[in-house]
């Protein structure tokens, strides 16, 4: 059986529907990608990867649900810096996500990680993150791992955007290199598509389902791409077909003179 993936990031919400960020109503931009995903069929699952809400507000996350749920696909999401971490590791009162499972789905086992260092743009994972991880490996019944976190692991080649990469990288190799199952790493973070073959382990970002970060830039630039979601085929075979989806038009408004986010 394939598994059928679709892959949303950093939709930055916040507690006030339609407010800008950027210039950009992140709100009407989740909801045009959505539109975009909600013609593709037979899809097991969303995996949205980190920066769901600009400010950590219950408001925000209930609406990421109420415009990614007409797609009518179990959602799982982990925490990027901009999240409230908590909502991933115990149920909460109100909020609409479960906290976090490892996902059996075929043969693969998509493992969820939370790279969070509270109060921090970069990410890390602590030493319970990597044990984690390792216990999912190592007990994985011989199934492939797609390992999932918000922080990219390796650089993306922009500078100012890799100051704030995973800094513990060479932990989470040692972990991931002790079994020959892991396939793939995806996540976010870096608001681009980004596509990298490492020791057999094949490394992706996705663009933003709002702003886009230029790639390659030195310091702080934004890029006028389109907002999109991945689509990921994991095959029972353990290769993966994959695809960056943009939206065809969206009004952007990008405010170029802001010099961060
Ligand atoms: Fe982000
Ligand atoms: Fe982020």
Same mark, same amino acid.
């Given at each position: 059986?394939?598994?059928?993936?679709?892959q949303?990031?950093?939709?930055?919400?916040?507690?006030?529907?339609?407010?800008?960020?950027?210039?950009i109503?992140?709100?009407?931009?989740?909801?045009?990608?959505v539109?975009?995903?909600?013609?593709?069929?037979? !899809?097991?699952?969303?995996?949205a990867?980190?920066?769901?809400?600009?400010d950590?507000?219950?408001?925000?996350?209930?609406?990421?649900?109420?415009?990614?749920?007409?797609?009518?696909?179990?959602?799982?999401?982990?925490?990027g810096?901009?999240?409230?971490?908590?909502?991933?590791?115990?149920?909460?009162?109100g *909020?609409?996500?479960?906290?976090?499972s490892?996902?059996?789905?075929?043969?693969?086992?998509?493992?969820?990680?939370d790279?969070?260092?509270p109060?921090k743009?970069?990410?890390?994972?602590?030493?319970?993150e990597?044990d984690?991880l390792?216990?999912?490996?190592?007990?994985?019944?011989?199934?492939h791992?797609l390992?999932?976190?918000?922080?990219?692991p390796?650089?993306?080649g922009?500078?100012?955007?890799?100051t704030?990469?995973?800094?513990?990288?060479?932990?989470?190799?040692?972990?991931?290199?002790?079994?020959?199952?892991?396939?793939?790493?995806?996540?976010?973070?870096?608001h681009q598509?980004?596509?990298k073959?490492?020791?057999?382990?094949?490394f992706?970002?996705v663009?933003?389902?709002? *702003?886009?970060?230029k790639?390659?830039?030195?310091?702080f630039?934004l890029?006028d791409?389109?907002?999109?979601?991945?689509c990921?085929?994991?095959?029972e075979?353990?290769?993966?077909?994959?695809? !960056?989806?943009?939206?065809?038009?969206?009004d952007?408004?990008l405010?170029?003179?802001?010099?961060?986010?």
């Open positions: 059986m394939d598994v059928k993936l679709i949303l990031s950093d939709s930055h919400l916040h507690e006030q529907p339609g407010k800008r960020l950027i210039g109503d992140t709100d009407a931009s989740l909801r045009a990608v539109d975009l995903a909600g013609a593709e069929e037979n !899809v097991n699952a969303i995996l990867t980190g920066d769901l809400s600009q950590g507000s219950l408001q925000s996350y209930q609406r990421f649900v109420e415009f990614v749920s007409p797609l009518n696909v179990p959602i799982h999401w982990l925490p810096n901009h999240d409230d971490v908590d909502y991933f590791h115990a149920p909460q009162d *909020f609409p996500l479960s906290s976090r490892t996902l059996d789905l075929g043969a693969w086992r998509i493992i969820m990680l790279s969070v260092v109060g743009d970069h990410g890390k994972l602590a030493q319970s990597l984690y390792a216990d999912q490996m190592q007990d994985c019944d011989g199934r791992c390992v999932v976190l918000h922080h990219q390796i650089a993306t922009a500078d100012w955007l890799d704030m990469q995973l800094y513990n990288d060479g932990a989470f190799f040692n972990v991931i290199q002790q079994y020959d199952t892991v396939r793939a790493v995806i996540y976010g973070h870096v598509a980004f596509v073959d490492l020791d057999g382990i094949r992706m970002s663009p933003s389902t709002c *702003f886009q970060f790639p390659d830039s030195v310091g630039a890029d791409a389109l907002p999109g979601y991945r990921l085929v994991l095959k075979s353990g290769s993966i077909e994959t695809e !960056v989806r943009r939206v065809a038009e969206f952007l408004s405010d170029k003179d802001v010099e961060g986010y």
